[in-house]
């Protein structure tokens, strides 16, 4: 009796599930076919509209990596055209690079001109200073400067600036300029630009040697008597030589460098400069300084009008008036009145003072140039007539007071507190009866005494008991001493401490007097004075 009331309950709930399931087909059926609005429509439609643009991308991808192919083809035929180019260029331009590692040695790649810049077709790990075929000394110098720019503790421009740049090899001239190449931050290797700077050179020589002249020209006079001081000057030096007056050698070529400076003869310049270093000097140097002198002069003979074995064969003007004098007095030439012609031969054999001084004005501004000073120069009496013979030694040596003037006197600009930043320099020249007065004035710092007093007792120039016995005019001449300089250094300007003795013993020489005036601070005033000749103190008459 139980059993058909289970098979009933079994029957309904098939009959449940069979109307769920039919529910459930009817209402997916329903969502199907309910339209565009539907969510599943939504759905497989955005679906489809994301594979057709994927599918649209890959056919752009696909075209542009071919494109992309077809560009990368071009560029690497394209670089490796160009990179030719760039060889056959470095390969045939006139100045070269290379590079040197921090042990300065030349790596293997180069450029093609350094083997004919260095004479040499295999450079790849030679050093730099085999390369340039450095002396000892360069070498040294020139490592030490390359340690500071590998440190790269001081800028790059500094430490550059430190290394020469010229060197002659193989009848060469090379300029060889370095720039860092850095890695990581720090000074890895070092880049060299080779140029042959031999042509250069020539070309700014002959346009020195050709100022040179035009300045000769403008003062041929002034020129002519110079090189005829020189000559002498050089005569004396060879004698002094023989004696060993070392002191006196050397006081000579100090004031003929200064001298061959102002005319622009800056090569015998420093030949004499260099020959200064030497411990003796011998008469062989000094001929090397008169061979220097005599090769410009003879080489320039046709141009200057002259040539140094004629030095001395000097030529006068004589005006029309004053010949006609001349033929007076010798008509009348009994007995007393023979001194009449002496007086009127030393009267017309004088000369302005400017002839002897030189180019004095283009000294003073290229010194001051070469200093970095401000100076303005006033002079006054140039044109007065000076005897020669007399004055000759002295005015050729006032350069000496001029130079420092500019290099020891005159302060650097921020130095000058209230005075005016332009130093002032004056030079003066002239003549009463019995005297010429030369004066060479500044407005700069004034002479350090106690500086002049401590460096002579250091030197063994003066013992302290000497030194403060003197008064203060005997401290101030102490500037006189051979070997006593107020600079610290010695360069190719000053800080030998001949000149002033040089020009002191020229100034003995004509029997003259020197005077030092100096205030610290104010300036420094120096005053020469000269006995004019016996035969030029009588006035004469009808001379002009």
Same mark, same amino acid.
């Given at each position: 009796?139980?059993?058909?009331?289970?098979?009933?309950?079994? #029957?309904?709930?098939?009959?449940?599930?069979?109307?769920?399931?039919?529910?459930?087909?009817?209402?997916?059926? =329903?969502?199907?076919?309910?339209?565009?609005?539907?969510?599943?429509?939504?759905?497989?439609?955005?679906?489809?509209?994301?594979?057709?643009?994927?599918?649209?991308?890959?056919?752009?991808?696909?075209?542009?990596?071919?494109?992309?192919?077809?560009?990368?083809?071009?560029?690497?035929?394209? &670089?490796?055209?160009?990179?030719?180019?760039?060889?056959?260029?470095?390969?045939?331009?006139?100045?070269?690079?290379?590079?040197?590692?921090?042990?300065?040695?030349?790596?293997?790649?180069?450029?093609?001109?350094?083997?004919?810049?260095?004479? #040499? %077709?295999?450079?790849?790990?030679?050093?730099?200073? #085999?390369?340039?075929?450095?002396?000892?000394?360069?070498?040294?110098?020139?490592?030490?400067?390359?340690?500071?720019?590998?440190?790269?503790? !001081?800028?790059?421009?500094?430490?550059?600036?430190?290394?020469?740049?010229?060197?002659?090899?193989?009848?060469?001239?090379?300029?060889?300029?370095?720039?860092?190449?850095?890695?990581?931050?720090?000074?890895?290797?070092?880049?060299?630009?080779?140029? /042959?700077?031999?042509?250069?050179?020539?070309?700014?020589?002959?346009?020195?040697?050709?100022?040179?002249?035009?300045?000769?020209?403008?003062?041929?006079?002034?020129?002519?008597?110079?090189?005829?001081?020189?000559?002498?000057?050089?005569?004396?030096?060879?004698?002094?030589?023989?004696?060993?007056?070392?002191?006196? &050698?050397?006081? @000579?070529?100090?004031?003929?460098?200064?001298?061959?400076?102002?005319?622009?003869?800056?090569?015998?310049?420093?030949?004499? *400069?260099?020959?200064?270093?030497?411990?003796?000097?011998?008469?062989?140097?000094?001929?090397?300084? =008169?061979?220097?002198?005599?090769?410009?002069?003879?080489?320039?003979?046709?141009?200057?009008? $002259?040539?140094?074995?004629?030095?001395?064969?000097?030529?006068?003007?004589?005006?029309?008036?004053? $010949?006609?004098?001349?033929?007076?007095? @010798?008509?009348?030439? %009994?007995?007393?009145?023979?001194?009449?012609? #002496?007086?009127?031969?030393?009267?017309?054999?004088?000369?302005?003072?400017?002839?002897?001084?030189? %180019?004095?004005?283009? $000294?003073?501004?290229?010194?001051?140039?070469?200093?970095?000073?401000?100076?303005?120069?006033?002079?006054?009496?140039? /044109?007065?007539?000076?005897?020669?013979?007399?004055?000759?030694?002295?005015?050729?040596?006032? !350069? *000496?007071?001029?130079?420092?003037? @500019?290099?020891?006197?005159?302060?650097?600009?921020?130095?000058?507190?209230?005075?005016?930043?332009?130093?002032?320099?004056?030079?003066?020249?002239?003549?009463?009866?019995?005297?010429?007065?030369?004066? &060479?004035?500044? /407005?700069?710092?004034?002479?350090?005494?106690?500086?002049?007093?401590?460096?002579?007792?250091?030197?063994?120039?003066?013992?302290?008991?000497?030194?403060?016995?003197?008064?203060?005019?005997?401290?101030?001449?102490?500037?006189?001493? /051979?070997?006593?300089?107020?600079?610290?250094?010695?360069?190719?300007?000053?800080?030998?401490?001949?000149?002033?003795?040089?020009?002191?013993?020229?100034?003995?020489?004509?029997?003259?007097?020197?005077?030092?005036?100096?205030? %610290?601070? =104010?300036?420094?005033? !120096?005053?020469?004075?000269?006995?004019?000749?016996?035969?030029?103190?009588?006035?004469?008459?009808?001379?002009?």
């Amino acid at each position: 009796m139980s059993q058909p009331k289970d098979t009933a309950a079994w #029957q309904k709930r098939a009959e449940a599930a069979e109307k769920t399931v039919n529910i459930l087909k009817s209402k997916v059926i =329903e969502l199907y076919n309910a339209g565009a609005q539907s969510v599943i429509h939504r759905q497989m439609e955005k679906a489809k509209q994301r594979d057709e643009e994927n599918r649209r991308k890959r056919e752009i991808m696909e075209v542009r990596n071919q494109e992309l192919k077809k560009y990368s083809e071009n560029l690497e035929q394209q &670089v490796e055209a160009r990179t030719e180019t760039i060889k056959t260029i470095l390969n045939h331009v006139t100045f070269g690079f290379l590079v040197v590692d921090r042990n300065l040695v030349i790596n293997d790649e180069f450029t093609k001109s350094c083997q004919t810049l260095f004479g #040499q %077709p295999k450079l790849g790990g030679l050093t730099i200073f #085999q390369a340039l075929k450095m002396t000892k000394r360069t070498a040294e110098h020139y490592a030490l400067c390359m340690d500071q720019v590998f440190e790269d503790i !001081m800028p790059t421009s500094v430490t550059l600036s430190q290394l020469p740049e010229r060197f002659e090899i193989n009848g060469r001239i090379l300029r060889c300029e370095a720039s860092v190449i850095r890695k990581n931050g720090n000074v890895d290797r070092i880049l060299y630009t080779i140029s /042959d700077i031999s042509q250069l050179e020539a070309a700014q020589r002959e346009a020195q040697i050709n100022r040179i002249l035009v300045g000769i020209l403008r003062r041929k006079e002034g020129f002519q008597e110079f090189m005829t001081e020189v000559k002498d000057q050089l005569k004396e030096a060879r004698e002094q030589t023989q004696s060993k007056n070392q002191e006196g &050698v050397r006081r @000579i070529l100090h004031t003929l460098k200064g001298n061959a400076a102002s005319w622009g003869l800056t090569d015998i310049a420093a030949q004499i *400069h260099g020959i200064e270093d030497e411990p003796l000097i011998t008469s062989k140097l000094v001929q090397n300084v =008169e061979d220097g002198f005599r090769t410009f002069i003879d080489t320039h003979a046709q141009i200057i009008g $002259f040539e140094y074995a004629g030095l001395h064969e000097l030529n006068f003007e004589v005006s029309s008036s004053q $010949f006609d004098r001349l033929k007076t007095i @010798i008509s009348d030439l %009994p007995g007393n009145q023979a001194s009449q012609l #002496q007086n009127w031969t030393a009267v017309v054999l004088q000369k302005p003072a400017s002839l002897l001084l030189g %180019p004095i004005d283009e $000294f003073v501004a290229k010194l001051s140039y070469r200093l970095g000073k401000e100076v303005k120069f006033l002079t006054k009496g140039l /044109d007065t007539l000076v005897d020669v013979d007399t004055m000759r030694g002295v005015l050729q040596s006032i !350069m *000496h007071l001029i130079r420092n003037s @500019i290099d020891h006197g005159i302060e650097e600009q921020s130095l000058r507190g209230r005075k005016n930043a332009t130093g002032l320099i004056e030079f003066a020249i002239a003549r009463n009866e019995s005297f010429y007065t030369v004066t &060479v004035k500044d /407005d700069g710092r004034g002479i350090d005494i106690e500086k002049l007093k401590k460096k002579a007792v250091a030197l063994g120039l003066k013992t302290q008991k000497e030194i403060d016995s003197m008064n203060r005019q005997e401290q101030l001449d102490l500037v006189f001493l /051979d070997g006593l300089s107020s600079a610290d250094t010695t360069t190719e300007i000053s800080g030998r401490g001949v000149g002033m003795s040089s020009i002191l013993a020229a100034v003995r020489r004509v029997n003259g007097r020197f005077q030092i005036e100096s205030r %610290p601070g =104010e300036g420094s005033t !120096m005053r020469i004075e000269i006995p004019v000749p016996e035969t030029l103190r009588v006035p004469i008459k009808d001379v002009a």
